[in-house]
């Protein structure tokens, strides 16, 4: 039975990241020597006697399928183990799920809008007191902290405002009051950032987006630092049975073999982007974590091996700039989500981050001139003339 612990301390000290996308959790199938292992579709397996199995009785508990993706997600992010579910919500869920009512997390203030209303919506009513930064500086969050913090939570870099934080040394602020602390990975990928590696204890991710990458499957998943943290995601994920299908497992994991090399695309075709249209004159402003003038560049540089696919631009003239801008692309599809192969352009005051009430967006830096570009893989020259002709009014 193939494990959902990473048990590959042999390999991961001889093989490389761009190799472990590929060959760990793909082991040929013992029955035939299919090189690619079946899809196990199965939602029950034959038992030799009540109780007596060969390690598998019901597919929302175990999956071979779904084992072998979350062995390659907790060895692409050297983590303990890794438990894989039906959305990226549903993974923050697991976590969230974790505390108690009368717990309270720290989180900075620029979150993806979802879980801003699961943390709004849905835990504040069950008793989580989830309290915010708009201060990167970790001693911001030591400010927040009290006797009841049991988690700090992260995006780095932010959605949308791409804004980084340090996390070693905010891994050490909550270790020191007793927390963890948990990093959404999704718009970095562990292809070029590794937050266990700085000391978190959780790594999130909406294997939706570049994990999976070619816009075709919903999945998230949670990696731990720690066998004992998975125990209770791994409860969790049985009991509330969020688990992401055979089939999703197996489209995400092919996406997984690719990461490396689209992600050193999507990088490269970024960098480009940024660095042709940092002084337009029909933007306000462009943030983009690989351009000196960001004012994370050096954290970036120190905690990343890549700066991401991700350039956030604020358009000259409000929302009708940024209506104008979104609706002229042609390879900018105007959409939801990111991370996929084709490029993507996206409104985040009215898409992603529209359940933030709009004193608050705004007051965060979200506002109706702003787009976020999830730059995909095409030929980067392609892709500055789409945007030159989309500001061309």
């Known amino acids: 039975m193939a494990s959902t612990v990473n048990d590959h301390a042999t390999e991961k000290s001889i093989m490389k990241f761009a190799t472990r996308a590929i060959h760990v959790g793909q082991a040929p199938d013992p029955a035939t020597g299919a090189t690619i292992p079946p899809i196990?579709?199965?939602?029950?397996?034959?038992?030799?006697?009540?109780?007596?199995?060969?390690g598998y009785d019901y597919s929302r508990s175990i999956n071979p399928t779904r084992e072998n993706l979350q062995a390659v997600l907790a060895s692409l992010e050297n983590g303990a183990a890794a438990a894989s579910f039906a959305s990226g919500l549903a993974a923050t869920t697991a976590i969230l799920h974790n505390l108690r009512p009368g717990d309270n997390v720290v989180a900075y203030a620029d979150l993806y809008g979802g879980t801003y209303r699961l943390m709004e919506n849905v835990f504040r009513d069950w008793g989580l007191d989830a309290r915010y930064t708009d201060d990167n500086d970790p001693a911001a969050f030591k400010e927040l902290i009290d006797e009841n913090t049991k988690l700090i939570w992260l995006e780095t870099p932010t959605n949308p405002l791409l804004r980084l934080l340090d996390i070693q040394a905010i891994a050490d602020i909550a270790h020191n009051a007793g927390a963890k602390l948990a990093v959404d990975n999704t718009f970095a990928t562990p292809a070029v950032q590794q937050p266990i590696n700085h000391g978190a204890d959780y790594v999130i991710h909406s294997t939706t987006k570049y994990i999976g990458g070619h816009s075709d499957v919903v999945g998230g998943a949670v990696i731990c630092k720690d066998a004992a943290d998975h125990e209770p995601i791994a409860y969790y994920q049985n009991a509330a049975g969020a688990v992401s299908s055979p089939f999703d497992c197996y489209i995400t994991h092919r996406g997984i073999k690719t990461l490396s090399l689209r992600?050193?695309?999507?990088?490269?075709?970024?960098?480009?982007?940024?660095?042709?249209?940092?002084?337009?004159?029909?933007?306000?402003?462009?943030?983009?974590p690989g351009l000196e003038c960001h004012p994370d560049h050096a954290l970036a540089k120190k905690q990343m091996s890549g700066y991401g696919g991700i350039v956030t631009v604020v358009v000259k003239g409000g929302q009708?700039?940024?209506?104008?801008?979104?609706?002229?692309?042609?390879?900018?599809?105007?959409?939801e989500s990111l991370g996929g192969v084709e490029s993507l352009v996206n409104h985040p005051a009215i898409m992603t981050h529209a359940s933030i009430p709009r004193e608050i967006r705004e007051a965060r830096g979200v506002t109706d001139g702003l787009l976020r570009l999830s730059v995909g893989i095409e030929d980067a020259d392609d892709l500055i003339a789409d945007l030159e002709q989309a500001l061309d009014f």
């Open 40 to 54: 196990h579709v199965t939602t029950t397996y034959t038992q030799e006697a009540p109780g007596e199995n060969k």
């Open 263 to 288: 992600l050193e695309r999507h990088c490269h075709n970024a960098m480009r982007i940024a660095e042709h249209f940092e002084h337009h004159p029909k933007l306000e402003s462009l943030s983009y």
């Open 320 to 335: 009708d700039g940024a209506f104008k801008m979104g609706q002229r692309t042609k390879l900018f599809s105007l959409a």
